[in-house]
C-alpha cells in the first residue's frame, strides 16, 4: 500500500487522545524544559515506573517524544512538530468561532440600539 503526504502527517486523534490526560500533560511540559531520563520524568508522580512507561508510549506513539538511548538511561526529548499540527487545527476553528461571536456581538449590539 502506498502512503500518501496525508499518511506522513500527526495523526491528530493519537495527539489529542495523549493530550487528554493529564499526566502526559505534565511530562510534556517537563519535556519542554530539558531531555529528561524515564527515572526523572516518573519522579514527581506517584505511580510505578511501568505506570509511567505506558504514558510514555501514548507519547511516542503519538509522536510528541522521542527516545534514545544513552547506555541503560532511555531519555526522552519533546517533538514540538506534532503539537504543531494539533495547534493548526485548533486555530482553523478558533478563526471560525472567532467569527461567529463576532458576529453574534453586533447582532445583539443592534437589538440593544
Do not use: C
Request: proline residues 3%; glycine residues 2%; without cysteine.
Amino acid at each position: 500500500m502506498v502512503k500518501s503526504s496525508r499518511a506522513r502527517r500527526y495523526d491528530l486523534d493519537l495527539v489529542f487522545h495523549a493530550l487528554a490526560d493529564p499526566t502526559r500533560r505534565t511530562i510534556l511540559r517537563d519535556l519542554s524544559r530539558r531531555e529528561r531520563s524515564v527515572g526523572e520524568l516518573a519522579k514527581p508522580h506517584r505511580m510505578s515506573l511501568v505506570a509511567v512507561s505506558k504514558h510514555l508510549k501514548v507519547l511516542e506513539r503519538a509522536r510528541l517524544i522521542d527516545r534514545r538511548r544513552d547506555g541503560s538511561f532511555h531519555l526522552m526529548t519533546l517533538n514540538p512538530a506534532a503539537l504543531r499540527s494539533a495547534d493548526e487545527w485548533l486555530r482553523f476553528y478558533e478563526q471560525f468561532w472567532s467569527e461567529k461571536l463576532d458576529a453574534l456581538k453586533t447582532f445583539l449590539e443592534r437589538e440593544d440600539a
